[in-house]
């Protein structure tokens, strides 16, 4: 009896530390306010749910307040949520050895939450816009940081506003630091290592500081982006049709002629072919302004489409606007349920030698415990066979059932197009916004990156759990089969159909860690230009193809524009949520 309360508490105190439904129901609705602009609910939710409050929740609470902040227009709260974010990571990694243990007894959502690759990316990115756009205005918000005392609207002077611009500069400079360490960590995999908006949002932070020197690190960087597009960038569906057979063998790349790869494993597609041209535009057209002398030879080394070359050579002055696209909501990210057969692993010839070596040592101590064994030092082959065939049965009916999570993602099928009008209303410029950040792309990969180092950490988790449920099963058969053994058989099919009810219970517990930076955009677009001093009006013109005839596709109006320098770049930020 004791072993059975032993049993059964540990049994418990296992699915008790695993059975959390992780707050889905309060992300669920921070996401449906955030989407439908409902910025004072959403930051409502974040601030007083209980599942936000929890410390393992700290960082997505950062990055929610974040984005929350920025697409309501409080980019100064934005910063100081997002600065804390970018603290609490590089602390974070310090102490996640000491979450090992607790891992490895409960599932993914007992454990802190560190914010994927690319969601760590993405604070350098929303801290270096941030920063930008208060410099660009001028002024910070008026807010409350206790939700009690007020204070005011702040214009900031010269000098303040310097630090802002700079501040946007060193950003850029922090983000390029943390890829490269997560670029040596990752050396040799085809994963979500470097990001292609650190380089050409990046070149527009650098264009719009306007020195010599940060011009020619903007030229740089776009320069290293079609470098990024053809090495890393190719891994996404979004940019080659080939991608599957291209992460297949990006070990074996580096050492192939650029032309073979090339030809054998890259498919453009129409959005590659448009970022190729946006960063050939941005390369010559600033190689043209200050370096004319490399010009005509890096025309002959990119051979850039006649499009692009016409409207370089039209370039006279630097650009004074640029225009930063964020579109639609990241794809969910949601559980996925996924089956450990037991049985069929012990046969299955595919199956790895570690996990056929694991559902066979489960299998055999299901046969000891349950006494399907015969007793050691008898000869009876014919029962051992038998005993472990029914162990087999037992363990292969209680299949190990788990979740992992994945990211719902749709493949892109719009194409963006700026629209300038001048103070009378009549266009006067219309030019691709070009996609840069494929999020969904990128957040499935590295979610599909997780999800399979989990599959291994839950299954060797599960095995504990179905451990502790045999020998609950054991003590259960003990108590029942009495002294005599009169009960035998009735007390082993009571032990196994325990055993099946139990492994129910685990499958159960087991949910797969589906938080995520819910509110990021779906993707990320930008594009630039020179315009005179004046008035305009900006409006999107967003069709199903890259050539779709002018006046076809919906408009979307991003409202005036007053362009007051020829030498200050004008950011324009755009956020849609649909």
Same mark, same amino acid.
């Given at each position: ?7 059964? /508490? ?102 802190? /939450? ?287 059932? /788990? ?7 749709? &493949?892109?099928?719009?194409?963006? /197009? ?13 030019? &691709? ?98 315009? &005179? ?46």
């Amino acid at each position: 009896m004791v072993i059975k309360k032993i049993s059964c /508490f540990i049994l418990i105190a296992l699915l008790v530390t695993s059975c959390s439904s992780g707050g889905r129901k309060s992300r669920a609705q921070l996401r449906e306010q955030f989407q439908t602009g409902q910025f004072e609910a959403a930051l409502k939710t974040v601030r007083e749910s209980d599942y936000y409050k929890e410390k393992n929740e700290e960082l997505l609470k950062l990055m929610e307040l974040g984005m929350i902040h920025h697409a309501a227009g409080n980019y100064y709260q934005s910063v100081l949520e997002l600065n804390k974010a970018k603290e609490l990571v590089q602390r974070l990694y310090t102490e996640r050895l000491s979450q090992k243990m607790k891992k490895a007894i409960a599932n993914d959502n007992y454990d802190i /939450f560190y914010g994927a690759s690319y969601e760590r990316s993405m604070i350098h990115f929303y801290l270096a816009l941030n920063h930008y756009l208060i410099w660009q205005r001028g002024w910070y918000e008026a807010y409350s940081p206790d939700g009690k005392n007020q204070i005011a609207q702040k214009t900031l002077t010269p000098s303040e506003r310097n630090t802002e611009i700079l501040a946007a500069r060193a950003e850029i400079v922090a983000w390029d630091s943390f890829l490269q360490t997560l670029k040596n960590d990752k050396l040799g995999e085809s994963v979500f290592k470097n990001d292609m908006l650190a380089k050409t949002f990046g070149g527009l932070i650098h264009e719009a500081i306007g020195t010599r020197n940060d011009q020619q690190i903007a030229l740089q960087l776009y320069k290293d982006a079609k470098e990024l597009l053809l090495k890393n960038y190719n891994g996404y569906k979004t940019f080659n049709s080939n991608y599957k057979k291209f992460k297949q063998d990006f070990e074996k790349l580096p050492k192939m002629k650029l032309e073979d790869v090339k030809k054998n494993y890259v498919s453009p597609t129409n959005y590659q072919k448009s970022l190729e041209d946006f960063l050939d535009y941005k390369v010559l057209y600033l190689t043209k302004l200050i370096r004319p002398q490399d010009f005509k030879k890096l025309v002959g080394i990119y051979n850039p489409s006649k499009d692009v070359l016409d409207q370089v050579n039209k370039e006279k002055k630097f650009h004074n606007i640029s225009l930063v696209f964020q579109d639609g909501m990241i794809p969910k990210k949601v559980a996925d349920k996924q089956y450990y057969g037991l049985g069929k692993a012990l046969n299955d010839p595919k199956t790895s030698a570690i996990a056929r070596f694991g559902a066979a040592v489960l299998t055999v101590f299901a046969a000891q415990q349950l006494r399907l064994l015969p007793p050691p030092g008898s000869y009876n082959p014919g029962g051992s066979y038998m005993g472990i065939k029914m162990a087999e049965a037992t363990v292969a009916g209680a299949a190990i059932s /788990f979740e992992l999570p994945k990211i719902l993602n749709t &493949p892109e099928n719009e194409f963006s /197009f700026l629209q300038v009008y001048d103070s009378a209303g009549k266009l006067i410029e219309e030019r &691709p916004v070009t996609l840069v950040n494929p999020m969904g792309d990128i957040a499935e990969e590295a979610i599909a990156e997780e999800a399979t180092a989990r599959y291994f950490r839950t299954g060797a988790r599960l095995a504990t759990k179905h451990a502790a449920a045999i020998a609950a099963s054991f003590a259960t058969y003990s108590a029942m089969k009495g002294k005599n053994k009169n009960n035998d058989f009735f007390a082993r099919q009571a032990a196994v159909l325990q055993y099946l009810a139990v492994s129910k219970g685990i499958e159960a517990s087991e949910r797969a860690d589906t938080r995520f930076w819910s509110t990021l955009p779906s993707n990320l677009r930008l594009t630039s230009m020179y315009l &005179p001093k004046g008035d305009y009006q900006f409006k999107l013109r967003i069709t199903t193809g890259p050539n779709a005839p002018a006046g076809t596709g919906r408009i979307v109006g991003l409202g005036p524009v007053k362009v007051d320098s020829e030498d200050r770049v004008r950011l324009v930020n755009f956020r849609t949520y649909q």
